[in-house]
């Protein structure tokens, strides 16, 4: 087993981080996000790329079969994830993260957590998200709860440290 990364906050059990390393030059830059030779790869049926606005919350949302592999290319976003599998090492935590063009990094999360974010910062984030499992309309692998729900433990505030 890997020691903790000491850059990020303790995380619920099964998610896992790919620090990512953008590769400049004076045309711009390339960074590369999933990989098949990547060691936390899952797999996906597509991709999709969501946006949020500064001080909007998309919360709460869980799957039970996908796991979603997410990374922000532009902007930046607040990750809360909350662990409330039974049995699970890590129930009851609450784990918040800070990615995106500050904090290049790719997130991989999986079933039966609750997961939202918040855009913060002065623009519009740029979300790419690489789920495991394609969208059924007619039975879609997506539960919801409010981002305010008081059975999760979070406060979406600003937290001034």
């Known amino acids: 087993m890997n020691a903790p990364d000491p850059r990020l906050p303790r995380l619920p059990d099964g998610v896992r981080v790919k620090h990512l390393c953008p590769i400049p030059d004076e045309r711009g830059r390339l960074m590369e996000l999933y990989s098949a030779s990547d060691d936390l790869f899952a797999g996906f049926s597509h991709s999709y790329l969501t946006t949020v606005y500064p001080g909007v919350i998309k919360a709460w949302h869980l799957h039970r079969l996908q796991i979603d592999t997410l990374a922000v290319v532009a902007g930046m976003l607040k990750l809360a994830i909350y662990d409330e599998r039974p049995g699970s090492p890590t129930r009851g935590l609450v ?67």
């Open 95 to 161: 784990a918040e993260l800070f990615l995106g063009e500050h904090h290049p990094c790719l997130v991989q999360i999986p079933p039966g957590l609750w997961h939202g974010f918040k855009g913060i910062g002065k623009r519009e984030a740029l979300v790419i998200n690489f789920p495991s499992q394609p969208y059924r309309p007619e039975d879609p692998d997506e539960h919801r709860r409010p981002a305010d729900d008081p059975g999760i433990p979070y406060d979406w505030a600003l937290v001034h440290r």
